[in-house]
């Protein structure tokens, strides 16, 4: 997702950058009164990284769990992240209706995404194969079951979407980030369909999710820009506030190809506005059931560049998510 190294041409990407985006005055530059003081930050980032770590210790015994057990433990576990980088999160919807394989699609603005997303929906994540060498994430990554896929090799992609569709007839829950890069939440970019195939494929329903942050400009992680200073910004925020809405499911069977069912889920996202940040947040649901509820959840992951192929929807064709 970031990083200055040229991108093959045909890989999405957003005109989304650091200085235009991130760096946005309602970050609070310039207003004291909008920003945490150092001594606080300093605080949230030791707490923060402490507890990524603390995962990556305990994840080989977590590894050994039964999967109910395991799934509750990521739960808890991604919560505790979040809120001690001092996010506050506020979910909406019924994840509790969200039941059997499902393929959650939602829009893409930080690294932040995706430890929200696991601390309700959890699931086979997708990212580009770089994230396995991260230090810290890549290792906690490779053993969450993230699918990873080169989005440098077209032809890859077929098999990709196999292995997608494998995990969907077998019950299982994949989570896609079909923008195929980082927007900064103002902004927002066109679903890629190629991870869609594998919901045809598979016959399974599409679960489309919003995620929206106040103020967006400290959440955003785009272009250039570093985790570092991504992770600064956000300690540094007097106050984050993320809102995940989960969406109504959508039925595969009822679309012809992937590209009307990529256009279906991404008008749901566009269509649904965020939600008023006076509402309250109601205590968040244990086992990812009620509708929802305030929280935190962080943990640095990353997004996959995707792209559709021009093949029909029945064959198990292309798909690069997130």
């Not at 590894?63 to 109910?68: I, K, N």
């Not at 994230?131 to 896929?149: E, K, M, N, Q």
């Amino acid at each position: 997702m970031n990083g200055s190294t040229a991108l093959p041409p045909w890989l999405p990407t957003a005109p989304c950058t650091p200085g235009r985006c991130a760096a946005h005055p309602e970050t609070g530059s310039g207003r004291p009164d909008e920003r945490a003081g150092t001594v606080l930050a300093v605080a949230r980032l030791t707490a923060g990284t402490g507890a990524v770590l603390l995962g990556l210790l305990l994840a080989p015994a977590a590894g050994l769990l039964p999967a109910t057990a395991r799934l509750a433990l990521v739960r808890g576990w991604t919560r505790a992240v979040v809120r001690a980088f001092g996010v506050r999160v506020r979910y909406e919807g019924t994840a509790g209706a969200a039941t059997g394989p499902l393929l959650v699609v939602a829009n893409h603005v930080s690294w932040l995404d995706v430890p929200l997303l696991a601390a309700v929906l959890p699931g086979r994540m997708v990212a580009k194969t770089e994230v396995r060498r991260w230090p810290v994430l890549g290792p906690l990554a490779a053993l969450g079951g993230t699918l990873f896929i080169d989005r440098d090799q077209l032809r890859a992609l077929p098999g990709t979407v196999r292995a997608l569709a494998a995990v969907l007839v077998g019950g299982g829950r994949v989570v896609v980030f079909p923008e195929g890069s980082t927007w900064c939440g103002r902004a927002r970019g066109r679903f890629r369909p190629a991870a869609f195939q594998a919901a045809l494929d598979s016959g399974c329903a599409v679960l489309p999710v919003r995620i929206d942050y106040r103020p967006t400009g400290a959440a955003a992680y785009v272009g250039d820009d570093l985790l570092g200073a991504s992770l600064w910004r956000v300690v540094t925020a007097r106050r984050i506030v993320a809102n995940i809405r989960i969406l109504d499911p959508i039925s595969s069977i009822e679309y012809p190809d992937r590209r009307a069912l990529a256009a279906a889920a991404q008008r749901a996202v566009a269509q649904s506005a965020a939600a008023p940040s006076a509402v309250p947040a109601v205590a968040q649901p244990a086992a990812a059931q009620p509708t929802v509820a305030r929280d935190s959840a962080n943990l640095p992951l990353s997004s996959v560049h995707q792209r559709a192929s021009s093949r029909p929807a029945a064959a198990s064709s292309s798909r690069t998510p997130a």
